[in-house]
């Protein structure tokens, strides 16, 4: 069962898959308009992507504009993200996120603020939704009888 369902914001006519395996390094910004999955280890400054897939072993320093973000390893910067992002249970986002919508699965963690747009208004700050998660207040101590 998908609680967040999959749709694009726009059209993608990209057809490009790149994929970083986990033999590889790279240090400079990524910048297509086709998907990238990264197993190996990506830091820079800005990286733009139409889908960007981190794998479970997979680092991504720099912040990242896309339109989809899948993360399952590491990623440390700031997500624009024009539609979903997911957060799998394996995953680390050190960083704050703003996109139309937000998958977090349970063992996920997300260091930073998460900012929901409505789809269709182009992100436009008065129309976001922010989402604050901190610790749980404690329930009051239940009076014996």
Do not use: C, W
């Given at each position: 069962?998908?609680?967040?369902?999959?749709?694009?914001?726009?059209?993608?006519?990209?057809?490009?898959?790149?994929?970083?395996?986990?033999?590889?390094?790279?240090?400079?910004?990524?910048?297509?308009?086709?998907?990238?999955?990264?197993?190996?280890?990506?830091?820079?400054?800005?990286?733009?992507?139409?889908?960007?897939?981190?794998?479970?072993?997979?680092?991504?320093?720099?912040?990242?504009?896309?339109?989809?973000?899948?993360?399952?390893?590491?990623?440390v910067?700031?997500?624009?993200v024009?539609g979903?992002?997911?957060?799998?249970?394996?995953?680390?986002?050190?960083?704050?996120?703003?996109?139309?919508a937000?998958?977090?699965?349970?063992?996920?963690?997300?260091?930073?603020?998460?900012?929901?747009?409505?789809?269709?208004?182009?992100g436009?700050?008065?129309?976001?939704?922010?989402?604050e998660?901190?610790?749980?207040?404690?329930?009051?101590?239940?009076?014996?009888?």
């Amino acid at each position: 069962m998908r609680l967040v369902p999959r749709k694009s914001s726009r059209p993608s006519t990209a057809t490009g898959y790149s994929v970083i395996d986990d033999q590889l390094s790279i240090a400079g910004d990524m910048n297509t308009e086709g998907t990238v999955r990264v197993d190996g280890r990506v830091e820079g400054t800005l990286h733009r992507a139409d889908t960007l897939i981190v794998g479970v072993n997979g680092t991504v320093i720099g912040d990242v504009e896309a339109r989809e973000v899948i993360v399952g390893g590491t990623l440390v910067g700031t997500l624009t993200v024009a539609g979903r992002v997911e957060v799998q249970a394996s995953a680390t986002v050190q960083g704050d996120i703003r996109a139309e919508a937000v998958l977090l699965h349970e063992g996920g963690t997300v260091h930073g603020h998460v900012a929901i747009h409505p789809a269709g208004s182009g992100g436009a700050l008065d129309d976001e939704q922010r989402l604050e998660i901190g610790a749980a207040s404690r329930l009051p101590a239940a009076e014996s009888a």
